[in-house]
């Protein structure tokens, strides 16, 4: 079995020495092209992202809205595949070693790719985790374990509908973070708010040590610094894959992407400053 890196683990502890949040960035992979994408990709630690979430395009993305589901067909049309997924990730690799990289997507394309070949070139590209959002834990024998065997963190989701009885099940064999989908729905919602997260995060916190990230419906630095208040994580998507679908171009598609990510993380970092009066 593969060596754990232990990548998400101490970008959390560098996090919390600093006292502040991290950012997380969501990109479909191949998203508008292959080669824009993986500029975008290789750029993105330097912008500002502690974390990255690269999507595994898929024809049937469920849970997500409709930004990220243009943005997986953008991929999917230009020739994206899951070997070329993991390609942009050894690519990564060869330039940064630091920075966690979590695919994020859907089981059928493992199951299609077979669950160990897909795991072990998973763990020797450098991925560090996956977020795969229709597997519950009821199915951990299938993907999970089979994962972390492999030295992959397994990151499950938590939502507002995920009730005291449930969320034992759900942390049980979680690992890396717990991400909290903040709104009910899909990809994309409307704005949450700070003050209920707040709480809703709060009363995770006594079941779990683990980081807690949260996404869904952040889409501005104004609310990525409320959010990081609070939060060990803010997790941004769909306003990055809709600047990918506003661009003119692939180089204004990624430079785009850039200058949103530097925003972000911008807020991210002064959310805990102490407020100076003039």
């Known amino acids: 079995m593969t060596q754990r890196h232990d990548r998400i683990a101490r970008r959390f ?19 508008p092209d292959y080669d824009t994408s993986l500029e975008t990709l290789l750029a993105l630690p330097e912008a500002g992202a502690d974390v990255i979430e ?23 049309e230009g020739g994206q595949t899951m070997a070329r997924t993991l390609d942009m990730v050894r690519v990564l690799r060869e330039r940064d070693d630091a920075t966690p990289v979590v695919l994020m997507g859907y089981y059928n394309p493992i199951y299609c790719m077979g669950v160990e070949a897909f ?26 374990l089979p994962a972390q065997a492999h030295g992959l963190d ?22 890396g973070f717990l991400y909290y989908v903040s709104s009910t729905g899909v990809t994309g ?50 306003a990055l894959t809709d600047t990918v679908a506003a661009a003119e171009s692939p180089t204004e598609a990624s430079r785009g992407v850039l200058e949103l990510t530097r925003s972000l993380a911008g807020a991210v970092r002064r959310a805990r400053e102490p407020v100076t009066q003039d």
């Open 13 to 31: 502890d560098e996090l919390k020495a600093a006292d502040r949040a991290g950012l997380v960035t969501f990109i479909s992979a191949g998203d």
């Open 189 to 238: 919602a409307a704005a949450p708010s700070a003050e209920r997260v707040a709480q809703e995060v709060e009363a995770i916190r006594v079941h779990s040590d683990l980081p807690i990230g949260v996404g869904f419906g952040i889409r501005t630095p104004e609310q990525a610094e409320r959010i990081a208040r609070f939060a060990d994580a803010v997790v941004v998507g769909s």
């Open 119 to 144: 795991l072990a070139e998973a763990a020797e590209a450098g991925v560090d985790g996956l977020i795969v959002v229709d597997l519950p834990p009821e199915h951990d024998a299938e993907l999970c």
């Open 54 to 76: 690269l999507g595994m395009p898929f024809t049937d993305p469920m849970a997500d809205g409709p930004s990220i589901q243009a943005s997986t067909l953008r991929a999917l």
């Open 154 to 175: 397994f990151i499950r989701l938590a939502t507002p509908t995920t009730d005291a009885r449930r969320l034992p099940l759900v942390l049980e064999n979680t690992s």
